[in-house]
């Protein structure tokens, strides 16, 4: 579901089968997928180089990019500089 279907030129992102893929040199690779309602907003992303996942459910009117992107690259950094620490 993940192997690489179609590129998006000139982005980082790219699609599998319904999975989102991006690659990111500060939060590395991962596949992820989002939906969102009136009311509802949701993400999942996998990492799987570095076996970590991570859901929000949100309900929430227009939280669309906070629950998409701010709260999961925070949420990396927090779990980044944890294992730098180590």
């Known amino acids: 579901m993940w192997t690489l279907q179609r590129s998006i030129e000139n982005k980082k992102t ?3 089968l ?3 893929r991006f690659s990111d040199s500060l939060t590395g690779n991962y ?3 989002v939906g969102r309602d009136p009311g509802y907003a949701s993400t999942l992303r996998i990492y799987p180089d570095k076996n970590i996942g991570i859901i929000i459910l949100s309900n929430a009117m227009y939280a ?3 629950i998409w992107n701010e709260l999961p690259e925070l949420i990396m950094k927090v779990v980044n500089n944890e294992n730098n620490a180590r």
Do not use: E, L, R
């Open 14 to 16: 790219s699609i599998g």
């Open 64 to 66: 669309d990019k906070v």
């Open 18 to 20: 319904g999975w989102w």
């Open 31 to 33: 596949v992820f997928h």
